[in-house]
């Protein structure tokens, strides 16, 4: 990872919907991701705590979830990601998956970075939709305190208004420039928060740009949730990239970044 370094990926459905269906969708992008000779990190959440709605589905909870994970990781071969959202959490995450990711609404808790970096783990932070990408100073400032330098920054967009979100592509050098890689979460970045009531919507047809201007801006990596099926998904399919459409947008992107580290490397 990191300047020079090719695209990587973290892709997979927003959460765990059963072991069948979270297994399918990690063979199915670890097939791709072989077929491209792309690095690729499979993400799901076993809990998704930050629903709309009280009644949303939220997962199969941290004990299965985990189990879930590390059958993925043993079968596939994946490195895998998902997110903690209270410091007893982070122990019992630490001890299965690579990346230990910390939620937007969640990038200032200083209990929770300082804990996530003691772990020793990757951690891919995801920047607030309410701070800016200087704001990120502070967040790595908290894991590295620790003597864990493995930190990734992840740009998923800020409120604009209410129910709407915006890319601000110059957060891309901003966030570069403190020194880790930086991945660009497309598909949140295309969410409506809290659209349709009691849950978020989304503009999937947006999805493919943002990628290519997130690529070409020079991002380290692209976060894409995955869903064979959207309309069924039980949490985020407003706003996930149907199954399909991932190898022929994968293919467009890295022509793209490959022009990027061209450039980078004159």
Request: glycine fraction near 10%; hydrophobic fraction near 45%; aromatic fraction near 6%.
């Amino acid at each position: 990872m990191g300047k020079g370094a090719g695209l990587f990926f973290i892709a997979g459905p927003c959460v765990i919907e059963s072991g069948a269906h979270a297994m399918m969708m990690a063979e199915q992008l670890a097939r791709a991701a072989r077929e491209l000779g792309l690095p690729l990190i499979f993400k799901s959440s076993y809990d998704k705590a930050n629903r709309s709605s009280l009644s949303s589905f939220r997962g199969p909870g941290l004990k299965e979830g985990l189990r879930i994970l590390g059958e993925i990781k043993k079968q596939t071969g994946l490195p895998v990601l998902t997110d903690v959202h209270e410091t007893v959490q982070v122990g019992a995450v630490a001890d299965v998956v690579d990346v230990i990711q910390i939620p937007a609404f969640l990038c200032r808790q200083t209990d929770l970075l300082v804990e996530a970096g003691r772990t020793g783990r990757a951690i891919n932070v995801k920047k607030g939709q309410f701070i800016s990408p200087w704001d990120m100073a502070q967040v790595v400032e908290k894991i590295a305190s620790t003597g864990n330098e493995r930190i990734i920054l992840t740009e998923r967009g800020t409120s604009f208004g209410y129910q709407n979100l915006v890319v601000d592509m110059r957060s891309v050098p901003v966030l570069r420039g403190l020194g880790y890689p930086v991945v660009l979460d497309v598909t949140h970045s295309v969410q409506l928060p809290g659209a349709q009531g009691k849950a978020s919507g989304g503009q999937p047809e947006f999805i493919e740009p943002l990628a290519r201007a997130g690529t070409a801006a020079g991002v380290d990596g692209l976060f894409l949730e995955v869903h064979d099926h959207p309309a069924t998904a039980l949490s985020d399919g407003a706003n996930s990239l149907p199954l399909h459409q991932f190898t022929p947008l994968a293919e467009r992107v890295l022509k793209i970044a490959a022009l990027v580290r061209e450039w980078e490397r004159k």
